[in-house]
Structures are given as C-alpha cells and as structure tokens.
C-alpha cells in the first residue's frame, strides 16, 4: 500500500531562488528531451528509448541527477500515452506530447533528499530546508516531491511504502 504525507517547508530566500531555478531547468529539460523526441520520430517514427533520455541530460544540467531521470521518465511516459492514442483507432486527440510552459513539481524518486531531526529535509542541490513535522511518516519513504501552491506556500510530499494489511471478516450468525 502506498501512502503519501504532506508538509510545510519554510525555505530561506536563496533556498526559494534555487527551488525555482530547479523548477525552470526541469522546465528546459522536458522542453529539450521533447523536441529531440518530436524530431526522431518525424524523421524515422521511432523515438528515443528511456536509456536515450538519460544519456542525453547526463551532466548536462545543474540538478540532481534522479530529478534529471524523473523528468526523462515523464517525457517517456507522454510519448508512450502518445503511441497508445496512435493505435486506438477511436482516439481523437492524437497529436505530439505538449511543450511545457511550466512545471509544477520536482520529484526526487530514490535518493537525493534525507530527513534530518523532526525540522529538516536536506535536498541535493537546494540545502537544508526547515518544514513542520507534524507527524512521522510510516513506512519507507520512497520518493519526495517539492511543490509551490498558488499561495506561494512550499510543500514536501512523502510517498511511502505500507504492509499491507489483510483483514479477515468474519461472519456474524
């Protein structure tokens, strides 16, 4: 069973310039991967595998590099839902995956961030960030993602890994 936990993070005004920084390259890194995707598949209709992605955005970019992977990983995801529309005769919307003008999150799915005390989350790249604890995650954190709401307001989603937990019913006579 996955679960997800939701916190506040109250970064520092270089923290927030780095956050966006990092918003805007993963922005430019979905932009960059799509466009070279568009062209393979125009030029032969084929596209780049998931190892192509990777290898084009290595060291390339001043982020972590399992946020890098996640982003390649969605551009792969959009190119597959885009074959899949391909296929399906009934399908209307059957164009290329959209540019980006905006990206809403940052995800850092195995490694690159750690919990430190019930007051901070250290991400790589970004720093120490103070956030509001309010109860401790269960399970076994797999990934953490950063998000800006409308508000301004920064937070930290924690999705974790639960037993699961079969519960037998017993019948009432």
Same mark, same amino acid.
């Given at each position: 069973?996955?679960?997800? &936990?939701? &916190? /506040?993070?109250?970064?520092?005004?270089?923290?927030?310039?780095?956050?966006?920084?990092?918003?805007?390259?993963?922005?430019?890194?979905?932009?960059?991967?799509?466009?070279?995707?568009?062209?393979? &598949?125009?030029?032969?209709?084929?596209?780049?595998?998931?190892?192509? &992605?990777?290898?084009?955005?290595?060291?390339?970019?001043?982020?972590?590099?399992?946020? @890098?992977?996640?982003?390649?990983?969605? +551009?792969?995801?959009?190119?597959?839902?885009?074959?899949?529309?391909?296929?399906?005769?009934?399908? /209307?919307?059957?164009?290329?995956? /959209?540019?980006?003008?905006?990206?809403?999150?940052?995800?850092?799915?195995?490694?690159?961030?750690?919990?430190?005390?019930?007051?901070?989350?250290?991400?790589?790249?970004?720093?120490?960030?103070?956030?509001?604890?309010?109860?401790?995650?269960?399970?076994?954190?797999?990934? +953490?993602?950063?998000?800006?709401?409308? @508000?301004?307001?920064?937070? @930290?989603?924690?999705?974790?890994?639960?037993?699961?937990?079969? +519960?037998?019913?017993?019948?009432?006579?």
């Amino acid at each position: 069973m996955i679960k997800t &936990y939701a &916190y /506040r993070l109250y970064p520092s005004q270089k923290q927030k310039r780095k956050l966006i920084h990092a918003l805007q390259t993963c922005k430019t890194i979905y932009n960059d991967l799509l466009h070279t995707s568009i062209n393979s &598949y125009k030029a032969s209709c084929t596209t780049l595998r998931r190892f192509d &992605y990777n290898t084009l955005i290595k060291d390339k970019y001043p982020i972590h590099s399992q946020v @890098a992977q996640n982003v390649s990983d969605r +551009v792969h995801k959009a190119f597959t839902h885009f074959f899949r529309r391909v296929k399906d005769k009934s399908s /209307r919307k059957k164009g290329f995956p /959209r540019f980006k003008s905006r990206v809403h999150s940052i995800t850092y799915p195995q490694s690159g961030f750690k919990i430190l005390s019930h007051k901070r989350l250290k991400l790589s790249k970004i720093g120490t960030i103070p956030l509001i604890l309010h109860r401790l995650p269960q399970g076994t954190v797999k990934t +953490v993602t950063i998000k800006q709401n409308k @508000a301004g307001q920064w937070f @930290a989603f924690f999705s974790c890994t639960l037993p699961d937990i079969h +519960v037998t019913h017993t019948s009432l006579k």
